[in-house]
């Protein structure tokens, strides 16, 4: 009775699909407008395009010197001196200080956030493509329930009919009563399926807004493509696409040479930095010592002693170098990750796009063919009515079928337009 419901579930299906144009699979305007929406208004996306906007001011703040100090001072009248004489030597000093790091640590911070930024960059790429395959596969889900929907809603009135037929057979005696019964039963398993089905278009569709930005569309009207492209994939080129394209793979590479730059900084802070400074000292008149009476003017410079390094500097080049490591495992495992991803997609793809054409080509020209002999033989009597039935629900079941492949086949290459960064949008 299952494979029943399911094959009258495709009447209307089948009907819709002789009365809809050709549509090529990746010129659908529909889709298109829920993709660009989605790239113009999800939050997610743009919290990601805003912190890798974030980053880049981050850049050439890092290869700038640090700030300078200034310094101010007074030195008042001291009664007596250490000499025990007294002394009168009231000034004020000005004085400015600035450190200048050892060459190559400056250069190493500026390259690093360079690179974090870049990872940054890549991170906000990497959830565009991201959200335009789930675009992708929300809208082939939609396109697949709308079309059961309008199934089973036709065929709940093609089996009242059935029921009113069966009825008044059975009234005046030439049909069985348990035929009524199975066309009721039949209609209330429709019904129940209609219920799944309308909870998976409200579920998708609103997945659909919340990919979209929370934009509530009053009606998505989604169609799977009748005459699809579906071209076998070489999974090696795509393999080396992915390489070379793929931003988490290129997120992940930036990560390991930002760590590289901070392993080279790590290893130059064992290094003294130079600080330079210049003072000026304004002096009061002094009537005791007149050589104390003029300004002065002071340079001076001086170098940082890392005394603390097998402490300090130690500890952090070996932080710096295990995180290195741990960038490097980390690309590894993200290449790694993302290989067995694609090849997993490949692998759905060509089992759908050979299920489709298989289903397209054979099983339903096949089950076509039988239903229309079993008809001509009912006709002659030389067939029983139960199973016309069962050769119509064969034909219509490789029909549902066909199309959930092609669905399936679509969302599969979604998937890999994604990971191989092959996405027009």
Do not use: C
Request: charged share 25%; glycine share 6%.
């Amino acid at each position: 009775m299952f494979k029943i419901v399911r094959l009258i579930l495709v009447i209307g299906l089948l009907r819709t699909a002789a009365t809809a144009s050709a549509k090529n699979a990746y010129e659908d305007p529909v889709l298109d407008s829920l993709i660009s929406s989605a790239i113009a208004n999800n939050p997610g996306l743009k919290s990601a395009e805003k912190t890798a906007e974030a980053m880049d001011y981050r850049v050439t703040p890092a290869g700038i010197l640090p700030d300078p100090m200034f310094s101010a001072g007074f030195s008042g009248p001291i009664q007596d001196s250490w000499v025990g004489e007294p002394m009168a030597m009231p000034n004020i000093t000005l004085g400015i200080t600035q450190k200048i790091p050892f060459p190559g640590k400056l250069g190493s911070m500026k390259n690093a956030a360079g690179y974090m930024a870049e990872g940054s960059r890549r991170m906000a790429d990497n959830r565009r493509l991201y959200l335009i395959a789930n675009v992708k596969f929300a809208y082939y889900e939609l396109a697949y329930w709308q079309s059961a929907l309008q199934t089973v809603e036709e065929n709940i009135r093609y089996i009242d009919d059935l029921e009113q037929v069966v009825r008044e057979k059975y009234i005046v005696g030439k049909g069985l009563q348990t035929n009524v019964l199975n066309a009721q039963k039949t209609r209330t398993q429709l019904e129940d399926h209609k219920l799944m089905i309308e909870q998976m278009l409200q579920t998708t569709e609103r997945m659909l807004v919340q990919l979209t930005g929370g934009i509530n569309w009053p009606e998505i009207r989604a169609s799977l493509p009748e005459s699809p492209k579906l071209s076998t994939q070489d999974l090696s080129s795509l393999i080396s696409r992915m390489t070379e394209y793929n931003p988490g793979l290129k997120k992940a590479e930036s990560q390991v040479l930002s760590q590289k730059q901070m392993a080279r900084k790590a290893r130059l802070d064992f290094l003294p930095d130079l600080s330079v400074g210049a003072v000026y000292g304004i002096r009061h008149e002094n009537e005791m010592f007149p050589m104390f009476s003029t300004d002065m003017f002071a340079l001076h410079v001086g170098l940082n002693l890392p005394i603390w390094a097998g402490w300090k500097q130690k500890n952090e080049l070996s932080f710096a170098r295990a995180s290195l490591k741990a960038a490097e495992y980390e690309y590894s495992d993200t290449e790694n990750r993302l290989r067995f991803q694609l090849s997993k997609s490949v692998l759905s793809y060509e089992r759908n796009r050979s299920r489709y054409s298989l289903y397209s080509e054979s099983l339903v020209p096949q089950t076509e063919g039988v239903l229309e002999s079993a008809r001509a033989s009912y006709e002659v009597g030389a067939l029983e009515f139960l199973d016309v039935i069962m050769a119509q629900m064969d034909f219509l079941n490789a029909r549902l079928e066909q199309r959930r492949s092609l669905a399936d086949a679509l969302k599969a290459l979604a998937e890999i337009e994604m990971l191989t960064a092959n996405v027009e949008n």
